[in-house]
């Protein structure tokens, strides 16, 4: 039924970008919220942003003004650019979404290293 599969993962060094995307399927994106978390290796998953069904976005303060998450309804796909990256944003970076009990995508690997 609900599926979301992330994309875009890969090494990058110090500084660069990457985009990230979430496709999505098995239900009415445009009602959902959408959030993207990461685990780094040894620690927690931590949430990096949240946005609404209508487009507002909130960020966790580690990747505030270096992240930017969008949503294109039509497509049913939600993005994390991410710029100006630090190898402490070395993660797994997951989709996720807040329905029924919770979805979650397999995840995409990021590395930041030089």
């Known amino acids: 039924q609900v599926q979301l599969v992330e994309s875009g993962g890969g090494l990058v060094q110090p500084g660069g970008s990457l985009r990230l995307s979430c496709a999505t399927s098995?239900?009415?994106?445009?009602?959902?919220?959408m959030r993207w978390y990461r685990q780094a290796p040894g620690k927690e998953r931590e949430l990096v942003s949240v946005?609404?069904?209508?487009?507002?976005?909130d960020y966790a303060d580690p990747v505030k003004g270096r992240f930017t998450t969008s949503r294109d309804n039509a497509k049913n796909t939600v993005y994390l650019q991410m710029n100006s990256l630090k190898p402490e944003d070395t993660a797994v970076y997951y989709c996720?979404?807040?329905?029924?009990?919770?979805?979650w995508g397999k995840g995409t690997l990021v590395t930041v290293s030089s």
């Open positions: 098995g239900f009415t994106f445009s009602l959902y919220a």
């Open positions: 996720n979404l807040r329905f029924l009990g919770g979805y």
């Open positions: 946005i609404s069904s209508g487009g507002r976005a």
